[in-house]
């Protein structure tokens, strides 16, 4: 157990971590200033209907979950972290001038298709490189302070679009070229103020770390981790009901994307102070904590259909996601060898995004039969299942490869 101070860690923290966190900012305010306006542009700019926009989403999302597998077994078989995630970077820069130079749907569909890729090609080798930059002691400060920088950019993306869009009066097209800046920013970045590591002399490469003897070699530790995370993920669905509940209590339409805005910031103030604890106790008890708030999050969102519940659950759902999305990371870097780091996050980047997919039909259509109640009771009982995995394996989790 340490005594490290947030103020304290973030003096400590090796600068690569710093820049890793601002290349993923300026990569997410990019993003979420396109994403942000690209249903709307799309349903009322390029006449798609609202299926297409369902389609695209789908196969985008799908798409980078599978890919972080194969890019985070190649980061362990090459031995090397950073190019694969400046690729993952470099690729999503290119696409972002697709965006306002697209004549039709299946521009876009293309243009999204290759952004997902990059973020598919990146997610795990970057994690990875945390892992491999942050001293051990410091991970779960290391991943907190990105995880805060990168949910920074989530929400200041989509007011940037707001106030562009107002003054602009809603000219998309230049709003999509304002983005393509710090999408090039973020590159430049990982390309240029990033120093990965060298490779430990001893390290014994893995020659194809998708072969089960790989997934054997992660051990039973890493495993509990994967399935307490997904059993975390069918509990939290997509954001997107929190917005269909801010509508289907009344809120007007132009205050709605303020939900987002809240749940993120109270997302971004609370992911790194929750990181450095975390180095200070056992990260299982601040998972336990996260659940807590997710159940009492369900619970205003189901039972209090007002604009003050609305705030109340919306902000417990971002203490929630502060309290868990970092830990788990250093969940992950605990358990992984430290060869196989790539492959472990691939790994738990595309369970729990798969999971985050069924949870999200499956809240769909309870919402369909039963309205909003069904929907945020069925996420507090899995919110109380994973409660009981989690005191189940209890400090099975907590293993720290020093």
Same mark, same amino acid.
């Given at each position: 157990?340490?005594?490290?101070?947030?103020?304290?860690?973030?003096?400590?923290?090796?600068?690569?971590? #710093?820049?890793?966190?601002?290349?993923?900012?300026?990569?997410?305010?990019?993003?979420?200033?396109? !994403?942000?306006?690209?249903?709307?542009?799309?349903?009322?700019?390029?006449?798609?209907?609202?299926? @297409?926009?369902?389609?695209?989403?789908?196969?985008?999302?799908? @798409?980078?979950?599978?890919?972080?597998?194969?890019?985070?077994?190649?980061?362990?078989?090459?031995?090397?972290?950073? &190019?694969?995630?400046?690729?993952?970077?470099?690729?999503?820069?290119?696409?972002?001038?697709?965006?306002?130079?697209?004549?039709?749907?299946? #521009?876009?569909?293309?243009?999204?298709?290759?952004?997902?890729?990059?973020?598919?090609?990146?997610?795990?080798?970057?994690?990875?490189?945390?892992?491999?930059?942050?001293?051990?002691?410091?991970?779960?400060?290391?991943?907190?302070?990105?995880?805060?920088?990168?949910?920074?950019?989530?929400?200041?993306?989509?007011?940037?679009?707001?106030?562009?869009?107002? #003054?602009?009066?809603?000219?998309?097209?230049?709003?999509?070229?304002?983005?393509?800046?710090?999408?090039?920013?973020?590159?430049?970045?990982?390309?240029?103020?990033?120093?990965?590591?060298?490779?430990?002399?001893?390290?014994?490469?893995?020659?194809?770390?998708?072969?089960?003897?790989?997934?054997?070699?992660?051990?039973?530790?890493?495993?509990?981790?994967?399935?307490?995370?997904?059993?975390?993920?069918? $509990?939290?669905?997509?954001?997107?009901?929190?917005?269909?509940?801010?509508?289907?209590?009344?809120?007007?339409?132009?205050?709605?994307?303020?939900? &987002?805005?809240?749940?993120?910031?109270?997302?971004?103030?609370?992911?790194?102070?929750?990181?450095?604890?975390?180095?200070?106790?056992?990260?299982?008890?601040?998972?336990?904590?996260?659940?807590?708030?997710?159940?009492?999050?369900?619970? $205003?969102?189901?039972?209090?259909?007002?604009?003050?519940?609305?705030? &109340?659950?919306?902000?417990?759902?971002?203490? !929630?996601?502060?309290?868990?999305?970092?830990?788990?990371?250093?969940?992950?870097?605990?358990?992984?060898?430290?060869?196989?780091?790539?492959?472990?996050?691939?790994?738990?980047?595309?369970?729990?995004?798969?999971?985050? &997919?069924?949870?999200?039909?499956?809240?769909?259509?309870? #919402?369909?039969?039963?309205?909003?109640?069904?929907?945020?009771?069925?996420?507090?009982?899995?919110?109380?299942?994973?409660?009981?995995?989690?005191?189940?394996?209890?400090?099975?989790?907590?293993?720290?490869?020093?």
């Amino acid at each position: 157990m340490t005594t490290t101070t947030p103020n304290a860690a973030r003096a400590g923290l090796p600068r690569g971590i #710093w820049v890793l966190g601002f290349v993923s900012m300026l990569m997410d305010i990019s993003s979420e200033m396109i !994403h942000a306006l690209l249903p709307i542009y799309l349903v009322t700019v390029l006449g798609a209907s609202t299926l @297409t926009v369902g389609f695209i989403e789908g196969i985008a999302e799908a @798409t980078a979950s599978i890919t972080k597998i194969f890019s985070g077994a190649l980061s362990d078989w090459l031995g090397r972290r950073k &190019l694969l995630a400046a690729l993952g970077y470099g690729l999503a820069a290119l696409t972002k001038p697709m965006f306002p130079l697209a004549p039709s749907v299946g #521009w876009l569909v293309a243009a999204r298709f290759i952004d997902r890729i990059g973020k598919g090609i990146r997610g795990a080798p970057r994690d990875a490189l945390i892992a491999d930059i942050a001293p051990a002691g410091m991970r779960g400060a290391s991943f907190g302070l990105r995880q805060s920088l990168d949910t920074i950019g989530a929400f200041v993306g989509p007011l940037a679009a707001i106030v562009l869009m107002w #003054w602009t009066a809603d000219n998309f097209s230049l709003v999509f070229w304002v983005a393509v800046l710090p999408a090039f920013l973020s590159f430049g970045l990982i390309a240029f103020a990033v120093n990965e590591p060298q490779p430990d002399p001893g390290r014994q490469p893995s020659t194809n770390p998708l072969k089960v003897d790989a997934m054997r070699q992660l051990g039973g530790a890493y495993w509990r981790v994967v399935a307490v995370g997904v059993v975390f993920t069918l $509990a939290r669905f997509s954001e997107a009901f929190l917005i269909l509940r801010a509508q289907n209590i009344g809120l007007n339409a132009m205050w709605v994307p303020a939900v &987002l805005v809240l749940m993120n910031v109270v997302y971004a103030l609370s992911a790194y102070p929750a990181g450095v604890l975390s180095d200070r106790i056992n990260r299982t008890g601040l998972l336990t904590i996260g659940l807590l708030f997710l159940a009492g999050a369900d619970l $205003a969102l189901a039972f209090l259909p007002n604009i003050a519940g609305l705030a &109340l659950g919306v902000a417990l759902w971002g203490l !929630h996601m502060g309290l868990t999305q970092g830990l788990f990371s250093a969940l992950v870097a605990d358990a992984a060898p430290q060869n196989l780091r790539g492959t472990a996050f691939g790994y738990f980047n595309l369970f729990t995004g798969l999971a985050l &997919l069924a949870a999200s039909v499956i809240a769909g259509a309870l #919402w369909d039969a039963y309205g909003p109640v069904g929907t945020f009771l069925a996420g507090l009982g899995f919110a109380l299942v994973a409660l009981a995995g989690l005191l189940g394996v209890g400090s099975g989790l907590a293993v720290e490869r020093n």
